[in-house]
């Protein structure tokens, strides 16, 4: 008699393939999720700034990524992630001027920004969106870059 595949099955592979798959998938996206604020296509930014419309793009990439081989969006705001806390802290009232403004967070993919948005709009800033794909998504789509 042949055995059959099903014979030989063995669930919890399967328990243990959608455990892995579902952790990959909420490592992935629960950034996205736990944001709080709307993602926003490269393309549909650069048409608001190319208008002359008054934005803030805040990159909370580090320096040298600042800087580096992806670039930056012309005229934004380098804050690397890690010292947004403390910076709008000692900031002060200053910043808060710029608290219904639209403020746009970018990173290279979108790991970073989504806790600087949580940090944004804890603090009381009320127009956050992120930059989708971040600076790898602006440079696929061809738009212009500073470096």
Known sequence: MESSFFDNFDPMYVIGA???LGTLVMV??????????PFIEPKS???????????????VRSEGEFTGELGHVPG????????????????????YDLKDA???ITCRTN???????????????????IVKG?????NKQGLP???
């Open 134 to 138: 971040g600076m790898v998504a602006w």
């Open 102 to 104: 639209p403020i746009f």
């Open 45 to 59: 930014i650069y048409d608001l700034i190319d208008t002359g419309m008054n934005v803030v793009v805040l990159d």
């Open 145 to 147: 870059i500073e470096k």
């Open 111 to 129: 790991n970073r920004s989504p806790r600087a948005a949580r940090i944004l709009t804890k603090a009381g800033f009320t127009n956050v969106a």
């Open 76 to 95: 934004s705001v380098n804050l690397a992630g890690m010292e947004l806390d403390k910076r709008l802290a000692a900031v002060g009232s200053e910043i």
């Open 18 to 20: 959608v455990f892995i």
């Open 28 to 37: 992935k996206f629960l950034p996205r999720l736990t944001a709080g604020v």
